[in-house]
Each structure stands twice: as C-alpha cells, then as structure tokens.
C-alpha cells in the first residue's frame, strides 16, 4: 500500500530519487507504525519458539524458521541504518531498497499454516535434479538460437533491435524458447523467422519433458500429506496411537463407516 503514489509522495522523502526514506519521524508514517506492531509480535513468536526449543541448532536448520528470520530483519536493520544517515541517500538508499524488497518475502510465513504450500515447497526440492535438468536444456537452447539468430539477422540488422551481439540475443532466445513473446525483439530475415520458428518448437519440448516427473512427485507428495492427515484424525478419534501407511484403503472406509465394527 505505501507505494501507490498518493502515499509514496505523502510519506517518502524525494531527494530528487523515487523512493527515498520516510519524511520527518518515522512514528507519523501510519505504514511504519502497523508494521512496527506486526515485527514486535513476529520477534516475540520467534523468540519463544527458540527458547522452547530443545535443539537450538536444529531449530535454525528448519527453512520456515529461517524465514521467519528473514522476515523481521529487514525492519531492524532499516532502523540502524536510517539512524546513521537519516537522510538516507548514496549506499544507504540502495540498501534501505533492497530491504524493502526481502520484506516481500514474509508473504511465506503462510506456508507455516497451508498444506498446499508446504506440498509444492516438498514437491520443489523433490523435484530438483529435474528442475536442473531443465534449466541446463534451456541454457543450451539460448546459446544455440541466439548465436544462429545473430549471424541470421546480422546483415539485416538495425541497431537497437537486440541483435548486436550473441549475449545481447539471450533476451530474444529466452522469451522465445519460454514461449512470452514480448515482441520487443523479433527477427526480420527469412532465415531469423524459421530459427525463430524452430526456437518456439524447442522450447515447448524442453519446458514439456521434466514435467510429468514435477507433476507425479507433486500427487505423491500430495497424497501422503492427506493420508497422514486421515491417520492423524482416525487414531485420535480411536484412540489409536499409530496407524500404518499400507491401511488406506481400510482407513479411507472406517472414516466413510464410522458406525461399523472392525
């Protein structure tokens, strides 16, 4: 919210650079307050979870933890730096920016109380040596299709049109091969037109392979998480202290027929 316009000029300093630190006090920027509030009871969560916890080291081995951390550094470093340079101009305006952008990340406490985002956070690291895979197929593809796009637009060429170079044609390699298309880039050439062309067809074979495998470890992953939920809710109810995996299908129908006897 503070950075629409009405309250960005409201409560930012210009100092002749778009989105400088607050104007006057911070204590009269209602944002300030509110998430003064909101980090004073993040650090109290936080703090009481570590102090609870038995294992210190393991605690900080816990990604969600770590980004809890994440998440309430920014303010407190935001106030040291703005207490020594209040103006907050040069390094400490890039700094203060920088921040302002890893605050985004808090957005990833939720996954703390969402299933779902802690199946697609499983399903990811699962999932890494394919994500690799993919990313290695995509950077052959660049560097293949943007060099044959250089030399095929390069007799044609006018400057400004993102075919100076082989690295400058990257841009136009990986908004093709990922299928975006801004059209800020785009060949002219007979012969740029069917490497482009071909640039399309690759991309969407390479996007398309690791996805099946992405897919599957997201259902297993999904599965198991709302097995054990099923098991979690049938052993309280029982009064049993531990169910095994294998009993699905016997769990699924003892949670369907709950008046049944076993």
């Not at 998430?35 to 605690?59: D, G, M, N, Y």
């Not at 796009?149 to 136009?172: K, L, N, R, T």
Request: with cysteine; net charge negative; aromatic share 12%.
């Amino acid at each position: 919210m503070e950075t629409l316009p009405h309250y960005r000029e409201k409560y930012e300093l210009s100092n002749g650079t778009e989105g400088g630190g607050f104007s006057g006090k911070m204590t009269d920027n209602p944002f300030f307050i509110i998430e003064t509030l909101c980090i004073i009871w993040f650090t109290i969560e936080l703090t009481s979870r570590f102090i609870a916890a038995p294992l210190k080291v393991a605690f900080w081995k816990d990604a969600l933890n770590i980004i809890d951390l994440v998440a309430i550094l920014p303010y407190f470093i935001t106030l040291i730096v703005d207490a020594v340079n209040p103006g907050a101009n040069g390094l400490s305006l890039a700094i203060l920016r920088v921040l302002r952008l890893i605050r985004v990340f808090r957005i990833f406490k939720l996954s703390r109380h969402s299933q779902g985002l802690q199946v697609l956070g499983q399903t990811f690291r699962g999932s890494l040596k394919e994500l690799g895979m993919l990313a290695f197929f995509l950077i052959i593809g660049v560097i293949l299709f943007a060099s044959a796009a250089y030399f095929a637009e390069m007799e044609g060429h006018v400057p400004g049109e993102g075919y100076e170079s082989i690295p400058s044609s990257f841009w136009w390699a990986i908004i093709t091969m990922t299928t975006v298309g801004y059209g800020d880039v785009s060949p002219s050439t007979s012969y740029g037109k069917l490497i482009g062309s071909l640039c399309g067809v690759a991309g969407v074979l390479t996007i398309a392979l690791p996805v099946p495998v992405i897919v599957s470890n997201f259902n297993y992953y999904y599965h198991r998480e709302t097995d054990s939920t099923i098991n979690e809710e049938i052993g309280s109810e029982y009064g049993h202290a531990k169910t095994q995996p294998h009993d699905d299908i016997e769990l699924r129908e003892i949670a369907a027929n709950p008046n049944k006897s076993y």
